[in-house]
């Protein structure tokens, strides 16, 4: 699953904040759409546990999808990533002219794609 998600989060967060003071309990202390910059965003399923990626100008985070624990930064692309495909564990970005590779935070290809 992969869109623009970043909107519902903020109007979400938004709404909380102006509820009535009481219980922190179910009070959400991380949300997606304030670090993600409103680009590419995918879901993977990887034994039996959830993993979302998101690119956040010209890097990529991953994170756990239990708490959002931030699990792996990417090294900055050079250029704001307009896709993003997760296969597994390898994350593949559209960036620019160039399509990069990244597996657990770490580059490990990069294609050039001439216009």
Excluded: C
């Excluded at 992969?2 to 922190?24: I, L, N, T, Y």
């Excluded at 670090?35 to 979302?52: C, P, Q, S, T, W």
């Excluded at 756990?64 to 931030?70: A, E, F, N, T, V």
């Excluded at 994350?91 to 050039?112: K, P």
Aim: proline share 3%; glycine share 12%.
């Amino acid at each position: 699953v992969h869109g623009d998600f970043s909107s519902v989060f903020v109007a979400r967060v938004m709404e909380r904040e102006r509820e009535p003071e009481g219980s922190q309990v179910w009070t959400p202390y991380r949300a997606l759409g304030l670090v993600a910059d409103g680009g590419a965003v995918h879901i993977e399923r990887l034994g039996g546990k959830n993993f979302i990626t998101a690119a956040v100008g010209s890097a990529v985070h991953t994170y756990s999808g239990d708490k959002l624990r931030l699990l792996f930064v990417s090294p900055l692309t050079g250029a704001r990533i307009r896709a993003v495909a997760v296969v597994r564990e390898v994350i593949y970005v559209g960036a620019g002219h160039h399509i990069h590779v990244f597996s657990r935070g770490l580059q490990i290809a990069q294609w050039s794609v001439v216009p």
